[in-house]
């Protein structure tokens, strides 16, 4: 076992031998430490620590400050661990950094290590092993990053590590399909909607399991609840994947068997995974391009085994859907016209009346 471990996942704690650390308690110490955790990877310039903690404080006192955290730091961390362990620490006059050697557990590690090992495999073409270290990533998951936590950086690593927490879940949904445990697949869908309730592929991913389950009620449940919470946050309609997937449910003729096994390999997926992992970049970061990391897929029509594209009513309930939104929309700015007519009309009415009173007064002078 690991001399530190240290969960950032939920609210901070830091333990060693399974007790937690005493001594930390003091914000600026917890948080030099977390944030070095964090970017562990290379050294920190000592003015850009100083910046970063005391912000617009005199340059000195900065320096000043960040000396006396550290050194608190060192003398926590030298009595927390074994004499023999390499320091968790190395600094100079110059930088700090993390020591690679040094024998200390963290679960951000562990999310970031299972996103590197699966983002170039979807989750139905996870072995044995990867789908293990997938599942004990998303198990360390125990809320958002840092609880409580709202400087910049902490912002932007806990959506960043939330984004790699919802891919692994859409990944393991793959591999619980794949290998024909629709219940689990279905756990992690709703892990995934408990955080993000409009992320419209995994309703449709719910959809689809639960017809493969034998639960074709509940399928067209799960679509009426995306149908809901889409309007709901977004004020947008399901994309046409969404709506033809419910029409193949609805007339029960979604390609595959219902509630056994695994699907035929010769299928085409109806639900593909990105590569690099579904809103995030190659990097692990957010993929700024927005929505889902799979919308621009959302309209791409469904085929089936030596079939044309999949469309039917599907495709005339979306055509009624955009013309009642059209309509929607041309009856608000006629509304806005009305109105704006009638008010010219008022100021009209009131220019008329007070012209007819001046020429009144004009007559009766003269």
């Not at 400050?65 to 362990?85: C, D, E, I, M, Y």
């Not at 709901?232 to 056994?260: C, F, H, M």
């Not at 309930?317 to 010219?344: F, G, H, W, Y």
Request: hydrophobic share 40%.
């Amino acid at each position: 076992m690991a001399d530190l471990r240290v969960h950032m996942f939920g609210k901070l704690c830091i333990e060693a031998g399974s007790v937690p650390v005493e001594g930390l308690d003091a914000r600026r110490v917890q948080e030099l430490l977390v944030y070095l955790l964090l970017y562990r990877d290379h050294p920190h310039p000592r003015e850009r620590l100083a910046d970063l903690m005391w912000g617009e404080s005199v340059s000195l006192e900065a320096r000043k400050g960040l000396r006396q955290v550290l050194w608190k730091l060192q003398s926590v961390l030298r009595l927390a661990t074994r004499p023999t362990t390499p320091s968790l620490l190395s600094v100079d006059a110059d930088y700090v950094r993390m020591n690679s050697d040094a024998d200390v557990w963290l679960d951000v590690a562990v999310m970031e290590d299972a996103w590197s090992r699966s983002r170039s495999i979807t989750g139905s073409a996870f072995d044995a092993p990867t789908a293990a270290v997938v599942k004990r990533a998303v198990g360390v998951y125990r809320g958002e990053l840092l609880e409580g936590w709202y400087q910049d950086w902490c912002l932007f690593e806990r959506e960043r590590l939330q984004s790699m927490y919802l891919d692994l879940l859409h990944k393991l949904m793959g591999h619980a399909e794949a290998h024909g445990d629709f219940e689990a697949g279905l756990g992690y869908g709703t892990a995934i909607l408990r955080i993000d309730h409009a992320r419209e592929r995994t309703h449709r991913r719910m959809m689809r399991l639960r017809y493969l389950a034998g639960d074709r009620i509940g399928a067209l449940r799960q679509f009426e609840r995306c149908v809901a919470a889409l309007r709901q946050e977004l004020d947008v309609e399901p994309a046409r994947r969404t709506l033809e997937l419910w029409e193949q449910i609805r007339t029960d003729r979604v390609d595959g068997p219902s509630g056994s096994g695994p699907l035929s390999p010769k299928r085409a997926d109806l639900e593909p995974e990105a590569i690099d992992g579904q809103g995030l970049n190659g990097a692990g970061r957010p993929d700024m391009r927005g929505g889902d990391g799979a919308r621009c897929h959302d309209h791409a029509p469904i085929l089936t085994d030596g079939a044309s594209p999949a469309i039917g009513l599907a495709t005339v309930l979306q055509d009624l859907v955009q013309l009642r939104s059209a309509l929607a929309q041309a009856e608000a700015r006629i509304d806005r016209d009305i109105a704006a007519v009638a008010a010219m009309m008022r100021h009209g009415d009131s220019h008329f009346a007070e012209t007819r009173r001046s020429n009144r007064a004009v007559a009766a002078r003269s």
